[in-house]
């Protein structure tokens, strides 16, 4: 299983470059990422969140039907008016969640494994779980998106992540 990088690791909030070559490397990636996005109980992971400064994420809204999308430079091109508000986590940020709006309705762009160009339209979960993923490729995580109110009461949790993470990233 792949290790998620947590929060507040640098290469989360990297722009993440376009992949260039799709080729078997990717492909062996891409099944990593999807066998520890079920691992971790997630319905998304983005290739930063492993390390990996790439545009790519994998999706599976429906894990229990094992349906796993892999999108390769995904862009959204079009975006619903109607907005509506829903709990997000993130596996980069263990046990924190909050109320985030978001378009209802998206169509995005990108290619598949076999570099063929796709369309995606996704609403209700799909498409929370498409910008949610695309963000991260942007080196926007979802609290960058809470109300004041939320941020403030997730100051200390996320000071306990930076912690955690100094605690990890220190020379001994």
């Known amino acids: 299983m792949l290790q998620v990088c947590c929060y507040p690791d640098p290469v989360l909030r990297l722009v993440a470059k376009p992949v260039e070559v799709i080729d078997d490397n990717l492909r062996a990636l891409a099944a990593e990422m999807i066998e520890s996005m079920y691992e971790e109980n997630g319905v998304g992971l983005a290739a930063p969140q492993i390390g990996k400064s790439i545009r790519m994420v994998v999706i599976d809204t429906t894990p229990e039907e094992r349906n796993p999308m892999v999108l390769i430079n995904p862009e959204i091109i079009s975006k619903s008016k109607k907005k509506v508000s829903a709990e997000e986590g993130c596996l980069s940020l263990p046990g924190l969640s909050a ?3 978001r378009p209802e ?3 995005v762009e990108a290619q598949d494994l076999e570099g063929n160009e796709i369309e995606i ?3 209700g979960l799909l498409a929370r779980a498409l910008q949610h993923e695309i963000d991260h ?3 926007i995580l979802f609290i960058d998106k809470a109300s004041i109110a939320a941020k403030f ?3 200390g949790d996320l000071h306990t992540l930076e912690a955690e993470y100094e605690a990890a990233n220190t020379p001994d």
């Open 121 to 123: 339209e996704g609403d």
């Open 153 to 155: 009461s997730l100051r």
């Open 99 to 101: 109320s985030i709006s």
């Open 137 to 139: 490729l942007n080196g």
């Open 105 to 107: 309705q998206v169509t």
